[in-house]
């Protein structure tokens, strides 16, 4: 069989621990078999980041912003304990952290769905996207805790020293409590540029909402800097592909997404995004099920699985024992930074090849072959069969051959 031809490199950031053996299980098994990879390689596992000092996740997000589509594995972001067992120098910054804020993304995360495994929620047909504003707001919130009797306000200065806005928060009679928060016109408007990009890109509606009608010009600045940017730059796009920009406040969307089919992106702001992601989630199924891709407002992509290292499982293969770790979010991480290399290289096999890796991997599970985390939500017809992330891999191959050569 011939193998697919790569033009442009896609940028491939490996990471740690679990992960690290299913990234060349998955290399090797499904995508070294079919597709000649082009890819500039940064090794972001945690024994590396020590050695260069952090570098090598600047470099690797530098590389994502020359190229445009990268794939990563899940790194470790260190705390103390892990500070202890690597022995290192410094509590490195979480690589996503760094490697967001580098790209100015934003991350989008949707569950990957198959028949068998039913979301809770009933009329949940398709997947929904959920994009959170990772900047500001109580994130970066200055709060105090007010002692007694006395004044709070809020104060603009200008850079020339001169008191601008005054005004009274509360006239406290007694003990309270009080915050301060800010969001940024260039973050909200990249925020609202990665969201268009992202419906466009994968030709879904796009939901926002925040709570305007109560914080008149906080949300509603959310609120019209989407609107602006919508009638200028995409309208014409949304329009041409029949898909919509709809905006309604966050607890109608609430209402509405509960009965919705799916299908559609919501952009959420910070907090929102933050709770209803875990709530999206969670109620779609699996966390092993989770694929999450950072949009850049100038349509840079990295693609990755939502969840972390699976610290537990890799504990259990150091001692020889074989795992049944799900490989599944993290190889269509891979389908999708390939998928999107094909469609900006204008090289149809490498779309196809995307696709075809998605189809077989559900099609595997439906046919109930699956690891064991699937297992105890499966509700298919056919008896689930746990098998070991290889023993899942090697059955996704044989699916994905016949599937490429009819
Ligand atoms: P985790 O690695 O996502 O794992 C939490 C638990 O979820 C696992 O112990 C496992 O449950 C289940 N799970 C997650 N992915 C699975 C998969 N693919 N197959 C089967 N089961 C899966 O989260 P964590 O234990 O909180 O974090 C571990 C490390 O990952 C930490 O060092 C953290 O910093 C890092 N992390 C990285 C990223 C990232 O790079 N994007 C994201 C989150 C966390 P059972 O043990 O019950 O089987
Ligand atoms: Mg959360």
Redesign the pocket.
Known sequence: MQKIQMTTPIVEMDGDEMTRILWKQIKDEVILPFVELKSEYYDLSLPHREETRDQVTIDAANANKKYGVAVKCATITPNAQRVKEYNLTQMWKSPNGTIRAILDGTVFRAPIMVKGISPVVKTWQQPITIARHAFGDVYKATEFRVPGKGKASIRFVDDQGNTLLNETVYDFECPGVIQGQFNKDNSIRSFAHACFRFAISTKQDLWFSTKDTISKVYDHTFKDIFQEIYEQDYKAEFEKLGITYFYTLIDDAVARVIRSKGGFIWACKNYDG??M??MVSTAFGSLAMMTSVLVSPDGNYEYEAAHGTVTRHYYKYLKGEETSTNPVATIFAWSGALRKRGELDGIQALSTYGDALERACIETIESGVMTGDLVNMWEGETPAQKVTSLEFLRALRTRLEAALNP
Do not use: E, G, L, Y
């Open positions: 933050d709770v992601s875990d």
